[in-house]
């Protein structure tokens, strides 16, 4: 279908983990390993981007943008490559292509070039969130995919000074506690800004060692260290003439920091090993879940590059701090996972309203999401009450037999469920374990503390369940 469809020019094994997303998202996905094969997809289904290798045996990405001036409407075009050299960067973009990438392609980068209106407007765990105009707090707003769900006055100063200063080059230093929706923030100030056409590329500063971290930013040259086999682009090079977000960066090293400081004074780089200094226009953002004036005085932060980076500064308010928005978050979480699992609407009881509005919410809104997709998946034909919030199994088992499945074929009915118009399958509580145990290591692609997170039980009891079903003969 036009717009829903994308071109990948590639060895399969090197784009298929994608595709999953991809679908689910409501996009079709083609695959071609030469130029004739890709000429002909093109004109066929019109797809929406081509993502390219630079070059296979028997084609060039050179030649499939060469045959752009004789096709109308030729879709944008985003080469991808292994290693990758600025040198070639360079080319392909001159020769006409959209963007350059390095692998892995991840659906996370994917999402960000497709058009706003064909994705879906629930957002992923990173989006946590949409401002719905308080004259209609059920509306999908205006903002697409980067939106804010709150009416608190709280929230709606952070989001008014965000649109403000959104179409600036400023600096912005996002900060507040673990969950409360820093990063989609962050995507929310690039998408409307004047760059929402370029790259947006995030970096965790806690996840990589000080050494690594300095080559994930800066990039390397062949030979800067062991194993520095080819010239690797940093992410500042990636990002050229859009956003780069520096997540946790509190957690950066001081040694590393200085050289942060020069990046955003001087607008250049050096690669590790590197001899030229390489020119980047890049906007920098970046969050913390710290006191990050209290590691200034203490000298685990740079002054002077707290300075640079706090030119505007963002503080999120928790999500305990926000009244009932607790309650518009929780209703669209739920509406989310119920089109997702495909069940039929729930609403929630008045004593799980109570429970929502009284909790203190230490993860925030990440808590929240999590716990209405448990909400969904426990509550059958609902309503939702607060037990579905509990960790304790006990809880929410309705008897010792069966517990309603999320399955949305017609099967046989209690007399209750019949009276109320609904039907649900019945399985036994091991069968209904084994699913969600399937539904969260699927919803977490196979991590599985997220799992076990999810799930409300420990690592070790998951593994111990794994390690029964693998004694069954079923290998998860």
């Given at each position: 279908m036009p717009d829903s469809t994308l071109l990948f020019i590639a060895e399969?094994?090197?784009v298929t983990s994608v595709f999953s997303?991809?679908?689910?998202?409501?996009?079709?996905?083609?695959?071609?390993?030469?130029?004739?094969g890709a000429i002909n997809f093109i004109k066929k289904s019109k797809p929406c981007l081509i993502f390219t290798r630079p070059v296979m045996q028997g084609y060039s990405a050179q030649a499939l943008l060469a045959e752009a001036v004789n096709i109308e409407n030729f879709p944008p075009v985003i080469v991808f490559s292994r290693t990758g050299s600025a040198d070639e960067a360079l080319k392909f973009m001159e020769l006409g292509a959209r963007d350059y990438w390095l692998e892995p392609l991840s659906w996370e980068k994917i999402k960000l070039m497709l058009p706003d209106e064909k994705l879906p407007s629930m957002p992923s765990e990173s989006d946590l969130g949409a401002l719905k105009t308080p004259k209609d707090p059920t509306s999908s707003g205006t903002q697409?995919?980067?939106?804010v769900i709150g009416q608190h006055p709280a929230m709606?100063?952070?989001?008014?000074l965000a649109k403000q200063v959104a179409k600036s080059k400023a600096t912005v230093l996002i900060s507040g506690e673990s969950g409360t929706g820093k990063e989609m923030f962050a995507r929310f100030?690039?998408?409307?800004?004047?760059?929402?056409?370029?790259?947006?590329?995030?970096?965790?500063c806690a996840a990589l060692?000080?050494?690594?971290?300095?080559?994930?930013?800066?990039?390397?040259?062949?030979?800067?260290?062991?194993?520095?086999?080819?010239?690797?682009?940093?992410?500042?090079?990636?990002?050229?003439?859009?956003?780069i977000l520096l997540d946790e960066i509190t957690e950066m090293e001081l040694g590393l920091q200085a050289k942060l400081l020069r990046v955003l004074q001087e607008g250049e780089i050096d690669r590790v090993g590197g001899v030229e200094t390489v020119k980047v226009d890049v906007r920098v953002l970046a969050t913390t879940?710290?006191?990050?004036?209290?590691?200034?005085?203490?000298?685990?932060?740079?002054?002077?590059?707290?300075y640079r980076l706090n030119v505007i500064p963002l503080k999120l308010p928790a999500l305990a701090q926000r009244g009932d928005d607790v309650m518009l978050l929780a209703k669209f979480f739920v509406d989310k996972n119920c089109i997702e699992y495909g069940l039929p609407p729930l609403k929630f009881s008045e004593e799980a309203v109570s429970w929502l509005l009284n909790y203190e919410w230490p993860g925030n809104?990440?808590?929240?999401?999590?716990?209405m997709e448990r909400a969904v998946l426990l509550a059958g034909g609902g309503p939702i009450e607060s037990k579905h919030f509990l960790n304790d199994p006990d809880a929410w088992m309705p008897d010792e037999n069966y517990i309603p499945s999320e399955s949305n074929e017609t099967a046989p009915t209690t007399a209750g469920n019949e009276a109320a118009g609904s039907s649900f399958e019945v399985m036994p509580i091991s069968e209904m374990e084994k699913h969600l145990i399937i539904k969260s290591l699927d919803q977490t692609s196979g991590n599985r503390t997220k799992a076990a997170e999810l799930l409300g039980i420990s690592v070790r009891t998951l593994r111990n369940k794994l390690n029964d079903y693998k004694k069954q003969g079923i290998d998860l």
């Open positions: 399969p094994q090197s997303p991809l679908k689910e998202a409501g996009y079709q996905a083609g695959l071609a390993d030469n130029l004739a697409g995919r980067y939106q709606t100063r952070v989001l008014g100030l690039h998408h409307h800004s004047d760059r929402n056409d370029k790259p947006f590329v995030a970096i965790n060692p000080e050494h690594l971290l300095e080559s994930e930013l800066f990039g390397h040259e062949k030979g800067a260290f062991t194993g520095a086999i080819n010239r690797k682009l940093g992410k500042f090079e990636l990002a050229s003439g859009g956003t879940n710290r006191a990050i004036e209290e590691t200034v005085k203490g000298g685990q932060f740079r002054q002077d590059l707290f809104v990440r808590e929240l999401q999590n716990l």
